[in-house]
């Protein structure tokens, strides 16, 4: 198992954070990877879900928000906290704690300010204490 941490460094990804999510689902999908995106709130679920319908002419990532018989046909699926759902091999975690349970992967988005760093590196921790491969990727 693997935790990747993405550091938001970039212009584009500083003023729309979400759209470095877009890109890691876009990767994912393309990669044909089934992917769970764990959303914050159900507001930060529809915006995921408004973004990745306007990835660009050249880009179809099939998704949706989590809720309906349809889960488990869609490779990317977008889960508000209220909606319980399976875990899938790669997680994009936006929540405030670690995934728990079991998956291939999870990728953590790490905001560019520094205060809201503190509370990652302690997930950077526990993930390593659950001997989980840990890396970084500056973005």
Same mark, same amino acid.
Request: a negative charge; one cysteine or more.
């Given at each position: ?9 970039? /212009?584009?990804?500083? !003023?729309?954070?979400? =759209? ?10 393309? *990669?044909?990877?089934? $992917?769970?995106?764990?959303?914050? %709130?159900?507001?930060? !679920?529809? !915006?995921?879900? &408004? ?5 660009? #002419? #050249? ?9 309906? &018989?349809?889960? %488990?046909? $869609? /490779? ?5 906290? +209220?909606? #319980? $759902?399976?875990? =899938? /091999?790669?997680?994009?975690? @936006?929540?405030?704690? *670690?995934? +728990?349970?079991?998956? +291939? =992967? ?5 905001? *560019?300010? %520094?205060?809201?760093? &503190? /509370? @990652?590196? &302690? =997930? ?8 989980? %491969? ?6």
């Amino acid at each position: 198992m693997r935790a990747d941490f993405y550091l938001i460094a970039k /212009p584009r990804f500083r !003023a729309e954070p979400l =759209r470095l999510v877009c890109e890691l689902a876009r990767k994912a999908h393309d *990669a044909g990877l089934w $992917t769970l995106v764990l959303a914050r %709130d159900a507001a930060q !679920a529809e !915006a995921l879900d &408004e973004m990745l319908w306007d990835m660009g #002419d #050249d880009a179809y990532i099939a998704h949706q928000v989590a809720g309906d &018989e349809e889960d %488990d046909v $869609t /490779p990317v699926l977008i889960a508000p906290p +209220e909606v #319980d $759902t399976p875990l =899938r /091999p790669l997680v994009i975690n @936006l929540r405030d704690a *670690a995934v +728990e349970g079991s998956f +291939e =992967r999870v990728l953590e988005v790490v905001p *560019a300010d %520094d205060s809201a760093r &503190e /509370p @990652l590196r &302690e =997930r950077w921790k526990q993930y390593k204490a659950r001997g989980l %491969d840990v890396s970084k990727h500056d973005m």
